[in-house]
């Protein structure tokens, strides 16, 4: 059983940083994809960033030179590394990862099979 519980979140101003943590435990091993996705009141889910087994990265494009994906392996641990924030960046924050052997560098939902339950980022202006 995996577990995803994602840290961090808070209200802050345009122009400011934040560091989203993503902790997993159960049945995890380093070699995993993962990803973060946020979705903000009446907007669909994206991708915002993935990175894979061998720490290739993607990055959709509203937030490329602004936001960084890496990981820890000791500890488990996803983080997004968030600088100048601006109020479109306003949404929950989700998390998600696949162990499965194929898989790929991606921010696309199809290839996670486990998710966290988010945390919230305000951006205000």
């Known amino acids: 059983q995996v577990q995803l519980v994602e840290s961090g979140g808070d209200s802050v101003q345009a122009g400011g940083s934040l560091r989203l943590s993503c902790a997993t435990s159960?049945?995890?091993?380093?070699?995993?994809?993962m990803a973060w996705f946020r979705q903000a009141p009446g907007k669909e889910r994206e991708g915002v960033a993935g990175?894979?087994?061998?720490?290739?990265?993607v990055y959709t494009d509203s937030v490329k030179g602004r936001f960084t994906i890496s990981r820890d392996n000791v500890k488990n641990t996803l983080y997004l590394q968030m600088t100048s924030l601006k109020p479109e960046d306003t949404a929950m924050y989700y998390c998600?990862?696949?162990?499965?052997?194929?898989?790929?560098?991606?921010?696309?939902?199809?290839?996670?099979?486990?998710w966290g339950r988010g945390t919230q980022v305000t951006v205000s202006s």
């Open positions: 998600a990862a696949t162990w499965d052997s194929g898989c790929q560098t991606s921010t696309h939902e199809a290839f996670y099979d486990y």
């Open positions: 159960g049945n995890t091993s380093p070699l995993a994809c």
């Open positions: 990175i894979g087994r061998y720490l290739t990265k």
